[in-house]
T-cell receptor, first 113, second 113 residues
Framework: SQTIHQWPATLVQPVGSPLSLECTVE??????LYWYRQAAGRGLQLLFY??????ISSEVPQNLSASRPQDRQFILSSKKLLLSDSGFYLC????????????FGSGTQLSVL | GESVGLHLPTLSVQEGDNSIINCAYS??????FIWYKQESGKGPQFIID?????DKRQGQRVTVLLNKTVKHLSLQIAATQPGDSAVYFC????????????FGKGTTLSVSS
């Protein structure tokens, strides 16, 4: 069966510090991978998605970036965090060539202070 | 902005009642719709989905209704239980290559005993 792992679960970082969130998927090949952000009490905002290794599409211009160094690994990064980067970050995957049913990770609660 | 929205941000019901959560979408080309349940501090979990060639689909205690004429989607939960308390999101797939699910803002369902 397929599983998705996302870590860390919580993170407190000072403004201006770097960020690296990691997500891995097991039990499937060539998944589509996604990073969403959820502000408190808000819906899910798509940040990045990837259909293959090294292929990243950005939905929202910001100081975040994403990379996919391996087929089932998706990394969200920032060189310098802003206060507005605080939120709940969710990684998700879907089967190859389908942007329909997404399977989400457990999320990372990021607080930038 | 988001093309999928919900009519009410919160819904409070008594245990045992039936719950109806509504969602309106704006993209008439969307051909796939999905409902997620998100408990506090966790990632969204799939509940039920429906394609545009259907107007009703039933699961265990849940039913999704799709009215393409007025671009309206609803989730019905029968015999609501305290464990159903969560935020519910609808999402649509715009049926365009290279796009991902678009989520609404969510409805918080509170079930009292």
């Amino acid at each position: 069966s397929q599983t998705i792992h996302q870590w860390p679960a919580t993170l407190v970082q000072p403004v201006g510090s770097p960020l690296s969130l990691e997500c891995t998927v097991e039990g499937t090949s060539n998944p589509n991978l996604y990073w969403y952000r959820q502000a408190a009490g808000r819906g899910l905002q798509l940040l990045f998605y990837s259909v293959g290794i090294g292929q990243i599409s950005s939905e929202v211009p910001q100081n975040l970036s994403a990379s996919r160094p391996q087929d089932r690994q998706f990394i969200l990064s920032s060189k310098k965090l802003l206060l507005s980067d605080s939120g709940f970050y969710l990684c998700a995957w879907s089967v190859e060539s389908s942007a329909e049913k997404l399977f989400f990770g457990s999320g990372t609660q990021l607080s930038v202070l | 902005g988001e093309s999928v929205g919900l009519h009410l941000p919160t819904l409070s019901v008594q245990e045992g009642d039936n719950s109806i959560i509504n969602c309106a979408y704006s993209n008439s080309a969307s051909d796939y719709f999905i409902w997620y349940k998100q408990e506090s501090g966790k990632g969204p979990q799939f509940i039920i989905d429906i394609r545009s060639n259907m107007d009703k689909r039933q699961g265990q205690r849940v039913t999704v209704l799709l009215n393409k004429t007025v671009k309206h989607l609803s989730l019905q939960i029968a015999a609501t239980q305290p464990g159903d308390s969560a935020v519910y999101f609808c999402a649509e797939s715009p049926n365009q290559a290279g796009t991902a699910l678009i989520f609404g803002k969510g409805t918080t369902l509170s079930v009292s005993s």
